[in-house]
């Protein structure tokens, strides 16, 4: 599972004890696993103090998971061809001596050595094997001072990604809707990518080519029929250029004085002439802007996002397969820029912005919660400071009822009237605000890793 149980209780003999038996009955009742949960020693400050930082904590903590799990997402988005390999993108590169053991001295060696090669984990090894950073957040520090450096790093990361990601979202749209110009059929999609320069009667005073739409049934009336639809049509000047499932994309040469005549006359035909005129500038410009939206969304996440493997569309209930004809050296209509995008590999600054940050991110919210657990202990326990915090990982979802009810058992002695609500919602809590459901004898705190959920 990849929720987490963060709980403590005070760390006298008799509460030792019972943590113990606690080990024990879970680890014979393969109901969890259980793992020591090391917080460093804080300046504790005043009573009321604590109870103001309780309250922003509060508040920072669901901050900063409702951040990562919006910057799990934007991943999502960014690698949208490649969401099987999105939950490998999202790691934790923590500091942490994973259990080293060893001198003290052996330790920060290793943290300094992770700081210069910096070792991604996964994020259930990082809280599991969790660690107070030192560096980032001095232990030294009052708690409030620590608090706001949290508080402000994660706010700087919140700025920058809506910035990133409201960037992103409109170059994405633009380029979508450049896109969408070459699907559908011949009636409504782009020809600018199925014709060339050579189809066309260019510079002349008196002659124009146009485009006609034939239905596939009516190719022969066509061939017998167009000269004469209309005067002045110039014989033999239809060529079939481009064809999807419902018809072909036929060009015909009149004199410019007819043109009107010869719309009528087709569309009395059921022949649909298409507002076209080769325009070399335009189409330059369009393939141009094209090429830069391509360009400029590669860069922000190279392998999947833009080199799209051949045959596959961004808008694949749309796309209308057209096939060109007379020409083998055009490249194929619905075969777009988009497509022949080189397949590069590595990542873009986005992919790797959202990466480097999530990560900040998440380490900051398990910082967040193991202050959480230090200001909930001194509040609940008392001074001189002394609990122990323990990280729980429930084997599976079924088993959580029955841990809890193990929970309640062992630690009941810590508070009799909470214990007994729990099992009897009838009875209230002197002076509890939160209702019965969110307060046990112990201090609990959760921890969910389904960020994609």
Request: charged share 25%.
């Amino acid at each position: 599972m990849s929720e987490f149980w963060l709980i403590s209780a005070p760390g006298d003999k008799e509460n030792l004890q019972a943590l113990e038996r606690m080990n024990t009955v879970t680890s014979k009742s393969n109901l969890s696993y259980n793992t020591k949960f090391t917080i460093p020693d804080f300046k504790v400050g005043t009573l009321d103090s604590l109870v103001g930082l309780s309250d922003e904590l509060g508040k920072l903590d669901i901050f900063a998971e409702s951040l990562i799990k919006r910057m799990a997402q934007s991943v999502v988005e960014v690698m949208e061809d490649a969401k099987g390999k999105v939950q490998e993108n999202l790691l934790a590169n923590g500091v942490g001596t994973l259990g080293l053991p060893g001198s003290q001295e052996r330790r920060e060696v290793h943290c300094l050595l992770q700081r210069v090669y910096v070792l991604p984990a996964d994020l259930t090894s990082f809280v599991t094997h969790f660690e107070w950073d030192m560096a980032k957040y001095p232990a030294k520090q009052p708690l409030v001072s620590i608090a706001d450096t949290l508080a402000k790093q994660l706010a700087q990361i919140e700025t920058d990604l809506k910035s990133r990601t409201a960037a992103y979202g409109a170059l994405k749209t633009n380029l979508e809707n450049l896109e969408k110009k070459s699907t559908g059929n011949l009636f409504t999609r782009t020809l600018s990518d199925l014709v060339s320069k050579e189809d066309f009667v260019l510079d002349s005073e008196y002659l124009i080519t146009l485009l006609v739409i034939v239905p596939k049934p009516s190719y022969a009336q066509w061939q017998k029929t167009y000269e004469s639809l209309s005067d002045m049509v110039v014989p033999r000047s239809t060529k079939l250029i481009a064809e999807d499932n419902e018809g072909g994309l036929f060009t015909v040469t009149l004199f410019r004085k007819v043109i009107d005549d010869f719309k009528t006359k087709a569309k009395e035909n059921k022949f649909t002439v298409r507002e076209f005129y080769y325009d070399e500038k335009e189409i330059k410009r369009e393939r141009e802007e094209m090429t830069r939206l391509l360009s400029d969304k590669k860069q922000q996440y190279q392998t999947s996002c833009v080199a799209l493997k051949k045959g596959s569309s961004t808008f694949p209930d749309h796309k209308v397969k057209v096939t060109l004809l007379g020409n083998p050296d055009r490249p194929a209509a619905g075969q777009n820029d988009r497509e022949r995008e080189s397949e590069g590999e590595g990542e873009g600054p986005l992919l790797r912005w959202l990466k480097v940050n999530f990560s900040e991110a998440f380490i900051a919210w398990i910082h967040i919660k193991a202050l959480r657990v230090f200001v909930e202990s001194v509040l609940r326990y008392g001074l001189p400071v002394n609990f122990q915090a323990v990280l729980l990982q429930p084997h599976k979802k079924s088993s959580t009822k029955r841990l809890r009810e193990v929970l309640n058992s062992v630690f009941r002695h810590l508070d009799e009237v909470a214990a007994a609500s729990i099992l009897d919602a009838s009875v209230e809590i002197p002076g509890l605000q939160l209702s019965n459901q969110d307060y046990f004898p112990y201090v609990y705190f959760h921890i969910d890793l389904g960020l994609l959920d």
